[in-house]
């Protein structure tokens, strides 16, 4: 067997591995564990939305207890400043020296809890980190860990006393997954399994931060056909061209498009991206990125949701 073949096989048992432990906490949701993951391939982060309660945090704290690295989170507050989340620099009188103290964003697995509770400029804070992969502080450049994963969540239902994600913003996020319910008979099950307590406590490491590395550059090399290529472009270019949108998704959401693509199909266990992983990843990929015409951004994400929908079923899948 070719080092490369070793090294596909080997990803795809590590994820299998990833996959249940994460599962062990997080029941019923196997489509937002198998996006999380694709989000971790592809190196972008993840922005969760729905109402609370329905296990936004459990998924990032299930994640970063399932990888051998540093989680963190930031609880979201009006009163939340930049310097709470990178850091500050203090002052030591003894020598006259600034020492750099860094904030919660230095870790490989962040949970921006509620993050539309703070103002614009805290959130713009976090953003740029995420965008540069560096903080700045007192004129010196400091690199973020990596590999990292931001997972932001935010109730898409309550709007006292929040701020809405600017579309540039937005854009920062690979992925907005909606949480939504459990089934009935899970809802059962998970009832009887938090009986003593949490089951995400209970969470080992079941991959390191090298392998994950790895199967990031690994992704990367995940076959594209020149013809898949003109297909996500079609989509692209039909959310610029339709009448009903008034800003279509930009050549940085095309390219996260791309890249969600490849890393879905290697969730799935693929050395090559297939039409579904396009039109299964076109929602979540790019319905946060588009502003339609005659309601206010973020208003309304069914509508926007529909109108993605509606684009791809009208493009011919090439054979």
Do not use: C
């Amino acid at each position: 067997m070719s080092s490369l073949q070793d090294d596909t096989e080997s990803m795809r048992e590590g994820l299998h591995r990833l996959g249940d432990n994460m599962a062990r906490a997080v029941l019923g949701k196997p489509q937002v564990i198998r996006l999380v993951m694709a989000a971790l391939l592809a190196g972008e982060h993840v922005l969760l939305e729905d109402v609370p309660g329905v296990g936004k945090t459990l998924i990032a704290k299930a994640l970063a207890r399932s990888i051998a690295g540093r989680f963190t989170r930031i609880q979201f507050t009006p009163d939340l400043l930049p310097s709470d989340i990178t850091g500050s620099s203090i002052y030591h009188s003894n020598d006259g020296t600034f020492t750099f103290n860094p904030g919660p964003i230095f870790a490989n697995v962040v949970l921006a809890d509620e993050i539309n509770r703070a103002p614009p400029r805290t959130q713009s804070a976090l953003l740029e980190a995420m965008g540069e992969h560096q903080v700045s502080a007192d004129g010196q450049t400091h690199p973020l860990p990596f590999p990292q994963l931001v997972i932001a969540t935010q109730n898409p239902f309550e709007y006292e006393g929040t701020y809405l994600l600017p579309e540039s913003q937005l854009d920062r996020f690979l992925l907005r997954i909606e949480v939504g319910y459990p089934p009935r008979e899970v809802e059962h099950e998970l009832l009887h399994s938090h009986r003593q307590g949490e089951p995400v406590d209970d969470l080992q490491p079941v991959v390191t931060l090298d392998e994950i590395t790895r199967w990031q550059k690994r992704t990367r090399e995940i076959h594209f056909d020149p013809t898949l290529v003109g297909y996500l472009l079609d989509i692209v270019h039909a959310t610029r061209e339709a009448p009903e949108i008034q800003v279509g998704v930009s050549t940085r959401g095309a390219l996260a498009y791309y890249r969600a693509s490849q890393a879905l199909a290697a969730v799935d266990g693929r050395d090559h991206v297939i039409p579904d992983d396009i039109k299964e990843l076109a929602v979540p990929v790019l319905a946060h990125r588009l502003v339609p015409r005659g309601t206010l951004p973020g208003a309304d994400r069914s509508n926007v949701e529909g109108l993605v929908r509606g684009l791809v079923d009208r493009i011919a899948v090439p054979v």
